[in-house]
């Protein structure tokens, strides 16, 4: 395999570098984004999350020249109020590809802040907007209005949290397998955020928590596409053996991924050692 990355890799992993538990400070984390951007996993790399209180009080404003082309990610710290200002406020040298937004839960059902945020995202007609909803009452009835909102042309997806702080921030490897299961029936494309640190799930002797493998993920992706039911996508979440995951990855390698369009890592390396290390990836000369 040469160096530069599978198909199945692509945009894989979000730079999250300025959010916990890395939380480099911006004007670290932009120059070290043009870094992995020119280096030879770049295809690996997605856009660079920003809070978008950064850009609305244009604190990544001399961060950038013009001529930069850098791609955002914007994340919603501001709240659905807070955004248009900051959309307003993104300097020139930056494109926003996506804003990703926490849904307001009432009564733990996502739809009536759902709602609110579909009416933003038709207001904006571009980029890509992602609704993270809770693993909570009225989920499915919350993708359903997703599916229904992209049928009428609204750029929307789901984004689902698998880690954090707390120890009910991680799913069970059924809750996942659920929630890939009822976006694979959807069609419905998906993003994860926080807890996937490494390719093979695990515990975390830091801090006491197993966490999701994105390797786990990913074949649990691949075989959703295949039609797999919830049994097998949570077999291959649980599993904290390898061996079993690079059977469909190495057979999807060549394609791109089905539905999961990514997630962000607060670090872009650890990732790409553990695909090194899996022999999914070979290894470049500029790391």
Not at 29 to 41: N, T
Not at 81 to 98: E, F
Not at 176 to 205: E, M, N, W
Request: with cysteine.
């Amino acid at each position: 395999m040469s160096t530069q990355l599978p198909r199945l890799l692509a945009g894989l992993v979000d730079d999250a570098a300025v959010f916990p538990p890395g939380s480099a400070p911006l004007p670290e984390a932009v120059p070290a984004h043009r870094r992995h951007r020119l280096s030879w996993y770049a295809e690996l790399v997605g856009p660079l999350l920003v809070p978008a209180s950064a850009v609305a009080t244009r604190a990544l404003h001399p961060l950038v020249d013009p001529a930069d082309d850098l791609v955002v990610g914007l994340i919603g710290d501001t709240g659905l109020d807070g955004l248009p200002a900051a959309l307003a406020a993104v300097p020139p040298g930056v494109t926003i590809r996506q804003v990703e937004v926490a849904v307001a839960v009432r009564g733990e059902d996502p739809q009536p802040g759902l709602t609110t945020l579909l009416a933003l995202a038709r207001s904006l007609g571009q980029p890509t907007v992602y609704a993270e909803i809770p693993l909570a009452v009225g989920l499915m009835g919350a993708l359903d209005l997703l599916v229904g909102a992209r049928a009428a042309g609204l750029p929307v997806a789901a984004k689902f949290r698998t880690g954090g702080p707390a120890a009910e921030l991680f799913p069970t490897p059924a809750e996942l397998a659920a929630v890939i299961h009822a976006c694979q029936q959807r069609k419905l494309p998906f993003k994860l955020t926080a807890g996937l640190h490494h390719a093979v799930r695990h515990l975390d002797p830091a801090t006491g928590f197993t966490h999701h493998g994105f390797a786990n993920v990913l074949a649990a992706a691949l075989v959703a596409a295949e039609e797999a039911g919830v049994e097998q996508i949570t077999e291959l979440l649980t599993t904290t053996d390898p061996r079993p995951l690079l059977a469909p990855i190495a057979q999807g390698l060549a394609a791109a991924r089905p539905l999961w369009v990514g997630y962000g890592s607060c670090s872009i390396l650890e990732p790409l050692t553990d695909l090194i290390q899996l022999g999914l990836v070979n290894g470049g000369t500029d790391t």
